[in-house]
């Protein structure tokens, strides 16, 4: 069974502390890793990572994905109180239709003034 | 501005009553859309693959006659909740791809609530 486990599952921060959330997988065939924001409503896309070992970056927030480990890591620098929400993340498959993905359930973050 | 559009945005509805939600991509044709529900301080689980033009793809546990999906359009798909009651209450969100290996995008979510 495909499974995405992500730690942890909350986290409480001050403003001005960098975080690092994790994610780990484990599925049949792999095709991506997404990384969503989700605050009230729907997730919002951060990142989509395919290749082991490039960074990408937007802002204060950056991830990378290792396929040899079968992991992933968000990190948040600098974070801001903005930056509370739900991060949750996903693995896309191949062989499946595009975009169905795996979740998993998702890292709390509050980040404290 | 959205990409995927999904109404209403919430809705309040008697038990045993049916509700209709819908999903649509607004610059793109997705043959293929998802409906996931979340419920409070969960993931999201992937109730079915919505495909256009024939019958949607169910995830295991989900029931089809209780959740019906139809995808009659390249830009619309919509997720009937057949006789709600209570536990159907949810939060559900549709999601679609221009195509494999684009950004997935999500609705705007809607919520349900049975009374």
């Known amino acids: 069974e495909d499974k995405v486990v992500q730690s942890p599952l909350s986290l409480v921060v001050h403003e001005g502390d960098t975080v690092t959330l994790n994610c780990s997988y484990e599925?049949?065939?792999?095709?991506?890793l997404l990384w969503y924001k989700q605050e009230k409503k729907a997730p919002t896309f951060l990142f989509m990572l395919?290749?082991?070992?490039i960074e990408k970056k937007s802002g204060r927030l950056s991830s990378i994905l290792d396929k040899k480990e079968l992991f992933s890591i968000l990190n948040i620098t600098a974070t801001q109180t903005g930056d509370s929400a739900i991060y949750l993340c996903?693995?896309?498959?191949?062989?499946?239709?595009?975009?169905?993905?795996?979740f998993g359930d998702g890292t709390t973050l509050t980040v404290k003034p | 501005g959205a990409v995927v559009s999904q109404h209403p945005s919430w809705v309040i509805c008697k038990s045993g009553t049916s509700v209709k939600i819908e999903c649509r991509s607004l610059?793109?044709?997705?043959?293929?859309m998802f409906w996931y529900r979340q419920f409070p301080k969960q993931s999201l689980m992937l109730m079915a693959t919505?495909?256009?033009?024939?019958?949607?793809?169910?995830e295991q546990g989900v029931e089809k006659d209780k959740f019906l999906i139809n995808h009659a359009s390249l830009t619309l798909s919509t997720l009937t909740v057949t006789s709600a009651h209570p536990e159907d209450s949810s939060f559900y969100i549709c999601?679609?791809?221009?195509?494999?290996?684009?950004?997935?995008?999500f609705g705007e979510g809607s919520w349900l609530t049975v009374v």
């Open positions: 999601s679609a791809s221009r195509g494999r290996g684009n950004t997935i995008y």
């Open positions: 599925v049949t065939n792999f095709r991506s």
């Open positions: 395919t290749s082991s070992g």
């Open positions: 996903a693995v896309e498959l191949l062989g499946t239709n595009a975009g169905k993905s795996t």
């Open positions: 610059d793109f044709q997705a043959t293929t």
């Open positions: 919505s495909n256009e033009g024939s019958k949607a793809t169910y």
